[in-house]
């Protein structure tokens, strides 16, 4: 699937904004390529957490 560049920020200001990003953080995505990869790397964690949690309260 090829996605354009527009389209793959526009998905992940969508999944900032589902895992409850704040305004202020947003808007510096959109203006800042090097913010936005320190954001990454913070959705992704907090991916991995929701994973986590999922998957420990499916074998309790």
Known sequence: ?????????????????????????????????SYRLNLENYAMMKIIRIYALLDAERRA
């Open 1 to 33: 699937m090829n996605l354009k560049k527009s389209q793959l920020s526009e998905n992940f200001i969508v999944n900032l904004i589902i895992l409850g990003a704040d305004k202020e953080s947003i808007l510096k995505v959109e203006n800042d390529n």
